[in-house]
């Protein structure tokens, strides 16, 4: 059974920095690619950013690349996500996701994906 749980959101001011972390389990962390997506109310589930199996590429939304930065562990089965600079339009319920097949690159759509965590709240003020 693979499980992931977020962590990190919260409530912060424009400008301000928030890193979130996903702690993975049942699974052979280290040879699948992750990705971070974000839902805001009203919207779909949009991509924000991925991380090969190994860590060697990435690749990051348009909306957030310059400012967010995801790295990984695989010593602690965790995947991090370094947001800088936030903006009110980046708040959203954030969830964590492994992608389906092992040793891939960056993977950008939902369907890539097969086991997404609960998600973890960040809003952030004007």
């Known amino acids: 059974q693979v499980q992931l749980v977020e962590s990190g959101g919260g409530l912060v001011q424009a400008g301000g920095s928030l890193r979130l972390s996903c702690a993975a389990s049942?699974?052979?962390?280290?040879?699948?690619?992750m990705g971070w997506f974000r839902q805001a109310p009203g919207k779909e589930r949009e991509f924000v950013a991925g991380i090969s199996w190994s860590g060697g590429r990435t690749y990051y939304a348009d909306s957030v690349k310059g400012r967010f930065t995801i790295s990984r562990d695989n010593a602690k089965n965790t995947v991090y996500l370094q947001m800088n600079s936030l903006k009110p339009e980046d708040t959203a319920v954030y969830y964590c996701?492994?992608?389906?097949?092992?040793?891939?690159?960056?993977?950008?759509?939902?369907?890539?994906?097969?086991?997404w965590g609960q998600g973890t709240q960040v809003t952030v003020s004007p």
């Open positions: 049942g699974r052979t962390f280290s040879s699948y690619a």
């Open positions: 996701a492994v992608g389906r097949s092992p040793y891939s690159g960056v993977y950008y759509y939902t369907g890539q994906y097969d086991y």
